[in-house]
């Protein structure tokens, strides 16, 4: 049986698009969250709308256009493996073009927002890389647009899983309004596998059973989190990638452990 919070890939369609995932499709208020993928030559425009949006190059290099700016060439790793990513802010209300020098994969991630902030490039020396955990609980972030980087209602951030490792481990959750406990935020995890096969696996759970979910995750799989714990488990030699989006009324990620593992060191 289908999960409802697993969603797969497909090929592009008219926007290229190859998953997208809506509010009316999540059955929340927040998070919008598509991936494009463009050929060498190729180029799409859309607008942002109501939403803040935070353009990633995944993988390729690309000519942005926002805002009335234009960013130039950007991008340097050719997938998701190799390095921190290019990325682009752009406020709500405001139109957008992307111009593929390589063949690009582009994730548009977006939130509702008021157009307080300017659109800016993000590049890779604001990103960097931190190393979370020990032994097989160790990962790698890159932090692309944290709670202390300048937008309303969005966050985002990369995490590289050796094959072997659990990552979102130990188990947390942010679906409660509690702060400075806890903070609503929905959550979405874009998946990649280094080999391009194979699976990862993701359980999504509540303490009191109202939602219990394991899934099988192939590559470009989008998993929704709308409440509970979330841990994700990497198979030894299957290396993985994910893009994590959140958002919700309180721009700040305060989380709670899973009692059960709360014992453990994050």
Same mark, same amino acid.
């Given at each position: ?11 592009? !369609? %008219? ?6 995932? $809506? +509010? ?7 998070? !919008? ?36 700016? !234009?960013?130039?060439?950007?991008? %340097? ?23 593929? %020098? ?15 902030? +300017?659109?800016? =490039?993000? +590049? ?6 931190? $190393? ?14 944290? *709670? ?28 409660? *309004?509690?702060?400075?406990? %806890? $903070? ?23 303490? !009191? ?15 929704? =989190? +709308? ?11 299957? *290396? ?27």
């Amino acid at each position: 049986m289908s999960s409802r919070l697993l969603v797969h890939s497909h090929k592009p !369609d %008219e926007k290229k698009r190859t998953v997208s995932v $809506t +509010p009316q499709l999540a059955g929340w208020g927040y998070i !919008d969250f598509n991936v494009r993928s463009l050929a060498a030559g190729e180029q799409i425009a859309d607008r942002t709308g109501p939403n803040e949006v935070c353009l990633v190059l995944v993988s390729g290099k690309a000519r942005i256009i926002g805002a009335g700016q !234009d960013f130039g060439v950007l991008g %340097e790793r050719m997938d998701p493996f190799s390095g921190a990513p290019w990325s682009v802010y752009l406020p709500s209300g405001a139109e957008w073009r992307v111009e593929a %020098e390589t063949s690009v994969e582009l994730a548009v991630c977006g939130s509702p927002a008021k157009g307080k902030y +300017p659109a800016r =490039v993000i +590049p890779p020396s604001e990103v960097g890389e931190l $190393t979370r955990g020990t032994g097989t609980n160790q990962r790698f972030v890159r932090n692309i647009l944290p *709670d202390t980087a300048p937008a309303e209602t969005l966050l985002v951030v990369e995490v590289i899983t050796p094959g072997g490792h659990w990552s979102s481990y130990p188990p947390h959750k942010h679906d409660t *309004d509690d702060f400075p406990n %806890e $903070t609503y935020l929905e959550e979405t995890y874009y998946h990649r596998l280094k080999r391009g096969s194979g699976f990862a696996l993701q359980r999504v759970y509540t303490k !009191d059973g109202s939602l219990d979910e394991a899934m099988a995750v192939a590559d470009r799989d989008v998993v929704l =989190v +709308p409440k509970g714990y979330h841990p994700v488990g990497a198979p030894h030699g299957f *290396d993985l990638y994910y893009l994590n989006v959140m958002a919700g009324p309180r721009r700040v990620w305060k989380f709670t452990m899973d009692p059960d593992q709360a014992f453990l060191p994050y």
